[in-house]
């Protein structure tokens, strides 16, 4: 069933169409340093341009679920305006399990969006919306339905940048909200592979983290203390972790609560995160304000 999913997966990402950025006129902020031995980064709205501005927060119609299911093999039941019923049962599912999460210890809960969407769509069968067949691939639905709803594209600059931040010997990572798919887009779009891998080429593998694997999400500081062990392997402390994001609560407040040194990315309006109702993130300054991913290179 992988090899067919990604086998089946590759035309759709030929089809992602560029999006501009929403500049936001912001002022940068930003010197050399000496001090950075690493550079962390969010994924949505600071590496790639996400049309909802963040995963998970995303616009849904009809004709979404109907390609999506077509696509993944879903024999439908109903017409195209009762397929929103979905929609329903899916917000339902998401709120019961992040309840669930909190009730259970997990103030910032990430869900596995495949196990979701398992349980909305066996719900959906249940009520004559759709039919689960022998050839239905939960994995695509899921992907094609991601790519239909959320538009992406990667960031100016953001190739370049990231090649030259490597050949510098820089170690790189990722803390992300995220879904197994995020890896195989960032993958894509740096390097034209489309292979089912819970990391991104080019990103340490020891300094990565995607909260689905977790089940824990951005702004909880868990997701940034994993970090911590491979860190202090390295011999590089807290603070010679440079973090780049585009949320002032759950990128800059929350990885400066570990002692990271902070990149507020104020690159595109709708990932443009002030934060300015929290009471915490409001007061909080980061040690650098970039727009454009290439002024990291005038930092580190």
């Known amino acids: 069933m992988k090899n067919n999913f990604l086998e089946n997966l590759h035309p759709f990402l030929e089809k ?9 006129g912001a002022i940068p902020s930003f010197s050399k340093s000496d001090s950075i031995k690493a550079v962390i980064f969010d994924i949505y709205g600071t590496l790639i341009i996400s049309s909802s501005g963040d995963i998970m927060q995303s616009s849904y119609d009809a004709s979404m679920f109907w390609d999506a299911l077509k696509t993944a093999g879903y024999k439908i039941l109903v017409d195209e305006n ?3 019923r979905i929609h329903a049962l899916f917000k339902n599912e ?13 103030p910032f809960p990430e869900l596995n969006i495949v ?10 069968q249940e009520e004559k919306i759709i039919e689960i067949l022998p050839k239905s691939d939960l994995k695509l639905f899921v992907f094609i339905f991601e790519l239909n709803s959320n538009k992406v594209w990667p960031m100016p600059s953001m190739h370049t940048t990231i090649a030259l931040l490597r050949s510098k010997n820089i170690p790189l990572g990722i803390v992300s909200n ?15 592979k489309v292979m089912e891998d819970e990391f991104i080429e080019g990103f340490e593998d020891d300094i990565s983290v995607f909260s689905y694997k977790l089940l ?5 500081t868990a997701i940034y203390k994993e970090l911590l062990p491979s860190v202090e392997k390295r011999g590089i402390k807290p603070s010679e972790v440079m973090y780049v994001g585009n949320d002032m609560l759950k990128d800059i407040y929350a990885s400066s609560e570990l002692g990271f040194t902070t990149c507020f990315y104020a690159g595109d309006m709708r990932a443009y995160r002030l934060r ?5 993130a409001s007061k909080i300054k980061p040690n650098y304000i970039i ?5 990291l290179l005038d930092i580190v």
């Open 216 to 220: 824990k999400g951005k702004p909880d």
């Open 115 to 124: 196990k979701v969407w398992d349980k909305t769509l066996k719900l959906a």
């Open 291 to 295: 727009t454009d991913l290439k002024q």
């Open 276 to 280: 300015e109702d929290h009471p915490e």
């Open 82 to 84: 009762e397929l929103m």
């Open 94 to 106: 998401v709120k019961r399990a992040r309840q669930d999460a909190i009730n259970n210890g997990t």
């Open 178 to 192: 995220a879904q197994f798919y995020t890896p195989i887009i960032m993958n894509y779009f740096l390097h034209d």
């Open 16 to 24: 992602i169409q560029p999006l501009e950025i929403e500049p936001t």
